[in-house]
């Protein structure tokens, strides 16, 4: 049974950073790929960034690009987000997700993702 538990969750001012933590078990983490997303109040879950079973590739949306960055260490099971220049519109539900599949591709968008996380709180003030 996979199971993704993300942490790092939390309130901060605009302009500040925040780390996220997305611990996986139950199956070989190097091989799969790794994504964030997130669901703001009222609006459908966007893709935020991805990174492939290797760490070669990242994917990034537009609206993170340049401020956040996504990574892996596999000893430990765990992908990272870290969020900085944070601005109010990043207000949302943190969910990690990892595919079905090794080796995927396709990223950015749900399709190829099966497991998800309970989603971490992270909030920005203005």
């Known amino acids: 049974q996979v199971q993704l538990v993300e942490s790092g969750g939390g309130l901060v001012q605009a302009g500040g950073s925040l780390r996220l933590s997305c611990a996986a078990s139950g199956r070989t983490f190097r091989s799969y790929a790794m994504g964030w997303f997130r669901q703001a109040p009222g609006k459908e879950r966007e893709f935020v960034a991805a990174?492939?079973?290797?760490?070669?590739?990242?994917y990034y949306a537009d609206s993170v690009k340049g401020r956040f960055t996504i990574s892996r260490e596999n000893a430990k099971n765990t992908v990272y987000l870290q969020m900085n220049s944070l601005k109010p519109e990043d207000t949302a539900v943190y969910y990690c997700?990892?595919?079905?599949?090794?080796?995927?591709?396709?990223?950015?968008?749900?399709?190829?993702?099966?497991?998800w996380g309970q989603g971490t709180q992270v909030t920005v003030s203005s």
């Open positions: 990174i492939n079973w290797s760490g070669a590739n990242t």
């Open positions: 997700a990892t595919p079905r599949n090794p080796y995927a591709q396709g990223l950015m968008v749900e399709d190829p993702y099966e497991y």
